[in-house]
């Protein structure tokens, strides 16, 4: 959108309980011109796309519309103040602000003893709620006190304890900070350096932990020093492949917000998408029921937290296409396979909230949907949940996911026995592989293989073909993460000892219980 349309955007954001506060309070504001400003608000507020042309004809013969822009300016800078009184009713920061400016006036007043009592409760709340920008600027407000009881012979405080709360603050500030600009900085690393890491060259990574400050876990005293430590090192090791720990340190990362309930009350989304990723790297380590115990979780805490759909839709939309996800995923690593029923309604609720996200939150959905009925021999459905995501027009699908998809329909048209198709399909799949930023080992075997098979009526070669393709997959990590909940070797398998691909996968799942693991 158009720079000009940043108020159309602003009205766009707001939630219905800010919306409400708004036109509560606008009038104390455009007294005598609350008429013009809400009137104003009301038909942007209509809008889908913002379009200046239906303002104009809509209020014609109005003052205000002579100088457009700058009412428009006014309103929004009228909603963002309205708006910071909102937030100052609940945020902490808020209020702590709120009460520096009153201590400041206080002082400058000679009111020391009203200044002295408000600083306590301010260094209550600052302490209780780790804010320790905010205990800095109270400590030095303390001494300020002390020494104006100094020159007043009420000396009751000691300096040197000062000094020491001081620097102990400062301390907690620097540590907390620095883990917060290394949590930001892994962010860049690793999306400026995605197509090394994934041909794996993993040397900007080893390099970016053997920061220090990684060694010594002791100098996270602070509840979000701690926070950005879970959070470094469940990202760095799921990118280096090493899933075990990936998962060890971002299931201490949600015991630790668990824990600690009022961390978890002040990051609410932290909260759930820390909750999502662990539910998929469950997957990755194969405690499949755990997933399932990730998935109550986010349920019951939108439930508790975000109960008003109307309001809070932004937000369920954010966390619907990974709660599907899991559960797909869970269905099919456990070999649930016939919870038809339950994976329609997967796909209703993630209709619900279709118009507040991007399309591309849906492919990884669409893939495992796709896998479930593959699995179910429905290769029908299978396809067309595939076609989905292969025929995006409008928006630019993640690459990893629009891959698996590809891939995916090569095998589909195999299983179906479609090799006219699959001959221009493979040649379509290669031409966008080698395209893209990478083109794996796993990805060129498949398409070798593919090229093979389309030329081959020998069954006894194509077997023979197949056995080889097994043994080189099983050497490659990739295919199996980046594939999702497709398990193609127990599909290869199942060709080549001519087996039923849903009972290869419940007999594997059998002997996985068996071995006390995928519990």
């Given at each position: 959108m158009k720079k000009s349309d940043d108020l159309f955007q602003l009205i766009k954001a707001m939630s219905k309980s800010e919306k409400r506060y708004f036109k509560l309070h606008a009038g104390v504001h455009t007294i005598g011109e609350k008429n013009v400003y809400m009137k104003l608000f009301g038909e942007i507020d209509k809008m889908k796309i913002y379009d200046e042309k239906i303002l104009r004809d809509k209020f014609k013969g109005e003052k205000f519309t002579k100088n457009l822009f700058s009412s428009k300016k006014y309103l929004l800078d009228l909603i963002l103040k309205i708006l910071s009184s909102?937030?100052?009713?609940?945020?902490?920061?808020?209020?702590?602000?709120?009460?520096?400016?009153?201590?400041?006036?206080?002082?400058?007043?000679?009111?020391?003893?009203?200044?002295?009592?408000?600083l306590v409760k301010a260094e209550k709340i600052a302490t209780d709620?780790?804010?320790?920008?905010?205990?800095?600027?109270?400590?030095?407000?303390?001494?300020?006190?002390?020494?104006?009881?100094?020159?007043?012979?009420k000396v009751d405080e000691d300096m040197d304890k000062l000094r020491i709360e001081m620097s102990e603050a400062l301390d907690k500030i620097k540590y907390t900070y620095e883990y917060k600009m290394l949590y930001n900085k892994l962010f860049f690393l690793l999306k400026n350096n995605e197509t090394k890491i994934s041909r794996g060259d993993d040397s900007s990574l080893k390099q970016f932990i053997s920061n220090p400050l990684f060694n010594d876990e002791s100098k996270t005293a602070t509840p979000a020093a701690k926070?950005?430590?879970?959070?470094i090192l469940g990202h760095y090791y799921y990118n280096l492949g090493d899933y075990e720990n990936s998962y060890k340190y971002r299931k201490a990362l949600l015991d630790f917000m668990e824990s600690y309930p009022r961390y978890t009350e002040l990051y609410p989304k932290s909260y759930l998408s820390n909750a999502a990723n662990l539910g998929a790297e469950c997957e990755k380590v194969q405690r499949y029921e755990d997933i399932d115990i990730c998935i109550n979780k986010i349920k019951s805490f939108l439930n508790k937290r975000y109960a008003n759909h109307k309001d809070y839709k932004d937000t369920w939309a954010k966390l619907i296409a990974a709660l599907c996800e899991l559960k797909l995923t869970y269905y099919i690593r456990t070999c649930r396979f016939d919870e038809f029923e339950d994976v329609k309604k997967i796909l209703d609720d993630l209709d619900k909230y279709s118009d507040q996200y991007n399309e591309p939150r849906k492919i990884v959905v669409y893939n495992a949907v796709s896998c479930y009925y593959f699995i179910n021999k429905d290769y029908s459905s299978a396809l067309g949940y595939l076609n989905k995501t292969l025929n995006y027009m409008n928006t630019r699908p993640e690459e990893s996911g629009y891959s698996a998809a590809r891939i995916m329909n090569l095998i589909i048209h195999f299983e179906m026995g479609n090799y006219d198709l699959l001959e221009y399909t493979i040649k379509s799949t290669k031409n966008y592989l080698l395209k893209k930023n990478t083109f794996y080992t796993f990805e060129k075997l498949l398409i070798n293989f593919f090229i093979d098979a389309a030329n081959t009526n020998d069954a006894k070669k194509l077997s023979g073909k197949l056995e080889i393709l097994r043994d080189e997959l099983e050497k490659d990590g990739k295919c199996k993460s980046l594939l999702g909940a497709f398990d193609i070797i127990s599909w290869i398998e199942s060709k080549i000892n001519k087996k039923d691909f849903k009972m290869v996968l419940k007999e594997k799942r059998k002997l996985q219980l068996e071995s006390g693991k995928g519990n």
């Open positions: 909102y937030y100052q009713e609940s945020s902490i920061d808020f209020k702590l602000t709120s009460m520096l400016d009153k201590m400041e006036i206080l002082y400058s007043k000679g009111l020391y003893k009203l200044y002295k009592n408000l709620n780790e804010k320790y920008h905010s205990i800095a600027n109270i400590l030095e407000k303390k001494a300020v006190i002390i020494i104006t009881e100094f020159y007043g012979k926070y950005f430590y879970y959070a």
